[in-house]
């Protein structure tokens, strides 16, 4: 069955430093994969995609993530954190049905403290 | 500037009542999606529609109908609703293009509580 793990309910950081939100995914065959951010009382916005090509994607606001299809993660990475990051982050994959459908790990929490 | 619209923003409703969320974007994208979230789940597929006529179930869509008669709109209703539909509805779209996958772009959400 295809699925996406977001392990952490919550990450906190502090300001400047680095971090990290954990996805992994278990789907046949080569993935698609997405990052979403969430808001307070707000939609979902695209972040970033892995589709092919170079392992480690850029995004919007200084985010990247590394695909790593031996460990079957696609973690979210950021230099340095800055307290308007905190926010609900959601990994995706699309499903391998060649539909247009993705499935969405549960979300993980960010918190960065000044 | 395109964008992706859901009214009402909030929605309070009685069991057993009918009611109907809409969702409107101007993209001009064929793909549309209606998701909702609940804590711990993520977000979970209701329904969704490739183009205008079109319409398929999700893994949620007991209880729920869409219809797509245009391109713009694909309204979602809640034929009774049950106390487990309380939720927050997202409404979301696509491009399609040849030989890629683009993401979703996602509307600003309805929060509907049933009493």
């Known amino acids: 069955a295809q699925s996406v793990a977001q392990p952490e309910d919550q990450v906190n950081v502090a300001e400047g430093n680095p971090l990290t939100v954990k996805c992994t995914y278990s789907v046949s065959g080569n993935p698609y994969l997405f990052w979403y951010v969430q808001y307070p009382n707000r939609g979902l916005q695209f972040l970033l995609k892995?589709?092919?090509?170079?392992?480690l994607v850029k995004g919007s606001y200084g985010f990247e993530a590394e695909f790593n299809k031996s460990q079957t993660s696609f973690h979210l990475k950021k230099p340095s954190a800055l307290v308007s990051d905190s926010a609900l982050y959601f990994c995706a994959v699309r499903r391998m049905d060649s539909s247009y459908k993705l499935i969405f790990g549960s979300g993980t929490r960010l918190l960065v403290r000044p | 500037d395109a964008e992706i619209t859901q009214s009402p923003r909030h929605k309070i409703t009685e069991t057993g009542r009918q009611v109907t969320l809409a969702c409107h974007q101007t993209?001009?994208?064929?793909?549309m999606f209606w998701y909702r979230q609940d804590l711990g789940h993520g977000l979970r597929l209701i329904h969704y529609?490739?183009?205008?006529?079109?319409?398929n179930k999700g893994e949620v869509s007991d209880g729920y109908s869409v219809s797509r008669s245009n391109t713009e709109d694909l309204p979602l209703t809640l034929e009774s609703a049950a106390s487990s539909q309380t939720s927050v509805y997202f409404c979301a779209s696509s491009v399609v293009s040849s030989g890629s996958y683009n993401e979703q772009f996602f509307g600003p959400g309805t929060r509907l509580t049933v009493l």
């Open positions: 993209w001009n994208h064929n793909n």
């Open positions: 892995y589709i092919t090509g170079d392992n």
């Open positions: 529609s490739y183009g205008v006529q079109d319409t």
